[in-house]
């Protein structure tokens, strides 16, 4: 019975990357997530967004590359070997538009349930993500394609749990 499951959950999990792949507009889920993350953090590095995003840092090199082709994204000035990056205005307007598709997409996944049924499964949603969270860092990778404006640091259960981890490390 737990092995069935887990087999409906990987079936959920590849209908959300399909959905997810399909919003996206063109670009890699890796593209995608280098801009959504210059938007909600601009200056990042290419070596900081390589390893939210992980990919190899010429993977990081190659997709920015790519990025700043399209105009989507800007180098700013280098402090030594190092080169903070910015969206221009067509790469928040593109994030913008990148979020919009991913969450009507994913939405219309939810709408089969009613009410009652989408806040337990929401409930339930939120004790796994949590329970998953091992570390800030596993926060940023798997947040990388959020909506971060819609998920807080106060409601998102990765990044709860993340700042619980921290404060218990700290002790």
């Known amino acids: 019975m737990q092995l069935l499951q887990a087999n409906k959950l990987g079936a959920l999990g590849a209908m959300i990357r399909d959905r997810t792949e399909t919003s996206l507009a063109g670009l890699s889920p890796s593209a995608a997530a280098l801009l959504s993350m210059l938007h909600f953090k601009p200056g990042l590095t290419t070596t900081e967004l390589a390893r939210i995003v992980d990919v190899s840092q010429p993977t990081a090199v190659r ?3 790519g990025l700043e082709q399209q105009a ?3 180098r700013g ?12 205005k067509a790469g928040h307007a593109k994030v913008m538009e990148l979020h919009a598709h991913r969450l009507a997409a994913l939405d219309e996944l939810l709408r089969v349930l009613p009410p009652d049924e989408r806040r337990l499964f929401v409930s339930l949603m939120d004790t ?7 570390s800030r860092a596993f926060a940023r990778t798997t947040c990388r ?11 998102c259960p990765i990044g709860c749990r993340a700042a619980e981890l921290e404060k218990e490390a700290e002790r």
Do not use: N
């Open 77 to 88: 000035k280098s402090e030594g070997r190092v080169t903070p990056l910015t969206l221009t």
């Open 72 to 74: 989507l994204i800007a």
């Open 63 to 65: 997709l920015i590359d």
């Open 128 to 134: 796994i993500l949590a329970g998953a969270t091992t």
């Open 145 to 155: 394609l959020c909506e971060h404006d819609l998920c807080g640091p106060e409601v």
